[in-house]
């Protein structure tokens, strides 16, 4: 089936809005205007939704705030039972979120579906959570008083999130905001609207009440900054660029807001001459060149040791070479587009770079003979720590090697950088693995394995790459406030 009849079958089924949502109610902007959705594999457009600014977001806001004086008091065990509703709903909506996902961001269809799957585990992880909100009761210091401390739900959360992962960023934000008593206001990424509102539906389908989940896309800096300026909203939780990152960290200062970052990385990748070549390759392969390069813990540098570098080049290349690029709604298909223009250019500027500087394109770098955003999976050789591709996240699929002599040269070169997400070690030495995990500065560390994202572990960033952790059992916290009371005058 092509896409557009896809699209208009999914419409039928209402799973594809082209609406935004507040207080429960699917609005068009306020003055009619609309930003068109497109398919980033044929360049169509899949539909419109409204480009919505401050006055829409300051209602989104006071609904999610009238919802929040009852959702937060409804029990925990209610609010899981909801949660685990919607979870069921994500699950039995697998095929067609996926097919939305494919269509509106181009991963291939199975790696659509497997998102599905991950961002609908968060909404199960913590409908298990909301039940385990514990608090403390404190041994007191003197003997006529009690000392205990309550979780309490921070409030009204916005949710700004960006268009690589449309259904699993949202869910990692609003299941752990939802299950302690928050509300939120979404803003999704204006390139990809439609599964954030296709799970918004379902949301309000298993029962979430109106106004616990609202969804507002438009003008990002007019959302942004009534967000911010709202004394209501009292946490913003952010996946998106380290520049976003850092705007609405200065502008959370004014209303002195709670903040969870989850900004750029520029994850080293580190090979050692003891590693497995075969593991070394799937597991750089599977870091590198999932959804086309384009996640923040990608592999943006891959750092191999002088003696296993020409074994490890050839036979990651010739892996490389079988990845299959095309429509992701094609059979067999491994890579699909880059998510637009400015995308593409960006990876072309730093091959050009790299090349200016003295690198050997090892396999591809150029774009794909399917035209439109499509770019040929790449490997170059010879790339020193200097060049662009280096410094900053390429987020596309060209894997870069550079070469190294000493374990302590491979620490330095991946800690020299202000990110600080994601880093993958290669090794079958287990002293060295402890070495060399403890002295990455990084928030995960992947040892022989390159896909490590899972719900129940903390994701997160140090340095400039964040704060803050999402999912697990710490991922709660970041919604939660503490409440220490003082119980006195116990004697009489
Ligand atoms: P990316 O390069 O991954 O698109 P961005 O940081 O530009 O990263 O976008 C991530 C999210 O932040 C998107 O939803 C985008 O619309 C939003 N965004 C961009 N600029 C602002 C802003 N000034 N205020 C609030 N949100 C913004």
Same mark, same amino acid.
């Given at each position: 089936?092509?896409?557009?009849?896809?699209?208009?079958?999914?419409?039928?089924?209402?799973?594809?809005?082209?609406?935004?949502?507040?207080?429960?109610?699917?609005?068009?902007?306020?003055?009619? $205007?609309?930003?068109?959705?497109?398919?980033?594999?044929?360049? &169509?457009?899949?539909?419109?939704?409204?480009?919505?600014?401050?006055?829409? #977001?300051?209602?989104?806001?006071?609904?999610?705030?009238?919802?929040?004086?009852?959702?937060? $008091?409804?029990?925990?065990? &209610?609010?899981?039972?909801?949660?685990?509703?919607?979870?069921? /709903?994500?699950?039995?909506?697998?095929?067609?979120?996926?097919?939305?996902?494919?269509?509106?961001?181009?991963?291939?269809?199975?790696?659509?579906?497997?998102?599905?799957?991950?961002?609908?585990?968060?909404?199960?992880?913590?409908?298990?959570?909301?039940? *385990?909100?514990?608090?403390?009761?404190?041994?007191?210091? /003197?003997?006529?008083?009690?000392?205990?401390?309550?979780?309490?739900?921070?409030?009204?959360?916005?949710?700004?999130?960006?268009?690589?992962?449309?259904?699993?960023?949202?869910?990692?934000?609003?299941?752990?905001?939802?299950? +302690?008593?928050? #509300?939120?206001?979404?803003?999704?990424?204006?390139?990809?609207? /439609?599964?954030?509102?296709?799970?918004?539906?379902?949301?309000?389908?298993?029962?979430?009440?109106?106004?616990?989940?609202?969804?507002?896309?438009?003008?990002?800096?007019?959302?942004?900054?009534?967000?911010?300026?709202?004394?209501?909203?009292?946490?913003?939780?952010?996946?998106?660029?380290?520049?976003?990152?850092?705007?609405?960290?200065?502008?959370?200062?004014? #209303?002195?807001?709670?903040?969870?970052?989850?900004?750029?990385?520029?994850?080293? +990748?580190?090979?050692?001459?003891?590693?497995?070549?075969?593991?070394?390759?799937?597991?750089?392969?599977?870091?590198?060149?999932?959804?086309?390069?384009?996640? +923040?813990?990608?592999?943006?540098?891959?750092?191999?040791?002088?003696?296993?570098?020409?074994?490890?080049?050839?036979?990651?290349?010739?892996?490389?070479?079988?990845?299959?690029?095309?429509?992701?709604?094609?059979?067999?298909?491994?890579?699909?587009?880059?998510?637009?223009?400015?995308?593409?250019?960006? !990876?072309?500027?730093?091959?050009?770079?790299?090349?200016?500087?003295?690198?050997?394109?090892?396999?591809?770098?150029?774009?794909?003979?399917?035209?439109?955003?499509?770019?040929?999976?790449?490997?170059?050789?010879?790339?020193?720590?200097?060049?662009?591709?280096? *410094? &900053?996240?390429?987020?596309?699929?060209?894997?870069?090697?550079?070469?190294?002599? #000493?374990?302590?040269?491979?620490?330095?070169?991946?800690?020299?950088?202000?990110?600080?997400?994601?880093?993958?070690?290669?090794?079958?030495?287990?002293?060295?693995?402890?070495?060399?995990?403890?002295?990455?500065?990084?928030?995960?560390?992947?040892?022989? &394995?390159?896909?490590?994202?899972?719900?129940?572990?903390?994701?997160?960033? !140090?340095?400039?790459?964040?704060?803050? *952790?999402?999912?697990? $059992?710490?991922?709660?916290?970041?919604?939660?406030?503490?409440?220490?009371?003082?119980?006195?005058?116990?004697?009489?």
């Amino acid at each position: 089936m092509d896409a557009q009849s896809l699209a208009a079958r999914l419409k039928t089924s209402g799973l594809l809005r082209s609406q935004g949502l507040i207080g429960g109610k699917w609005v068009d902007a306020y003055d009619g $205007k609309t930003v068109k959705v497109h398919n980033p594999a044929t360049g &169509e457009v899949i539909t419109e939704v409204p480009c919505m600014g401050s006055r829409e #977001t300051k209602d989104a806001i006071s609904s999610a705030n009238d919802a929040f004086q009852s959702w937060s $008091k409804v029990t925990a065990a &209610e609010r899981s039972r909801h949660l685990r509703k919607w979870y069921d /709903l994500l699950i039995s909506h697998k095929e067609e979120l996926g097919q939305l996902i494919t269509l509106e961001q181009g991963k291939p269809l199975k790696e659509a579906i497997g998102e599905v799957g991950y961002g609908a585990s968060f909404i199960e992880f913590f409908s298990e959570e909301a039940k *385990r909100v514990y608090g403390d009761i404190i041994p007191a210091p /003197l003997a006529d008083r009690r000392l205990f401390v309550l979780k309490q739900p921070v409030g009204v959360v916005g949710a700004i999130t960006p268009w690589n992962f449309p259904l699993a960023m949202i869910t990692r934000k609003v299941g752990p905001a939802l299950a +302690c008593g928050c #509300t939120v206001v979404i803003k999704p990424s204006e390139l990809t609207p /439609l599964t954030a509102l296709a799970a918004a539906e379902l949301s309000l389908q298993a029962g979430i009440p109106p106004g616990a989940v609202n969804v507002v896309m438009g003008k990002a800096s007019d959302i942004g900054d009534s967000l911010l300026e709202s004394s209501q909203v009292r946490k913003i939780t952010f996946t998106g660029s380290t520049a976003v990152g850092k705007k609405l960290m200065a502008g959370a200062a004014a #209303t002195v807001k709670k903040l969870s970052l989850e900004l750029g990385g520029n994850a080293p +990748c580190i090979v050692f001459d003891d590693a497995d070549v075969d593991v070394a390759v799937k597991g750089t392969l599977a870091a590198k060149f999932r959804n086309s390069g384009q996640t +923040c813990v990608c592999a943006n540098r891959v750092i191999v040791q002088e003696g296993i570098y020409e074994r490890f080049a050839t036979a990651f290349s010739k892996a490389v070479q079988n990845l299959q690029v095309g429509d992701g709604f094609s059979e067999g298909i491994t890579q699909g587009p880059l998510i637009n223009e400015a995308a593409l250019h960006k !990876v072309e500027s730093f091959v050009e770079d790299a090349i200016s500087k003295g690198a050997k394109i090892l396999l591809g770098g150029r774009r794909h003979s399917l035209g439109r955003t499509f770019y040929e999976p790449t490997v170059m050789g010879d790339v020193k720590s200097d060049m662009l591709i280096s *410094r &900053e996240e390429v987020f596309g699929p060209v894997a870069p090697l550079l070469r190294f002599r #000493t374990e302590e040269e491979a620490i330095h070169m991946a800690n020299d950088t202000n990110a600080g997400l994601a880093a993958y070690i290669f090794t079958s030495n287990v002293q060295r693995t402890w070495r060399v995990t403890e002295a990455l500065e990084y928030g995960l560390v992947g040892v022989n &394995e390159g896909i490590v994202s899972t719900e129940v572990a903390p994701f997160g960033g !140090v340095k400039q790459s964040g704060l803050g *952790r999402e999912g697990s $059992k710490y991922g709660i916290d970041e919604y939660l406030e503490l409440k220490y009371v003082c119980l006195g005058n116990m004697e009489h």
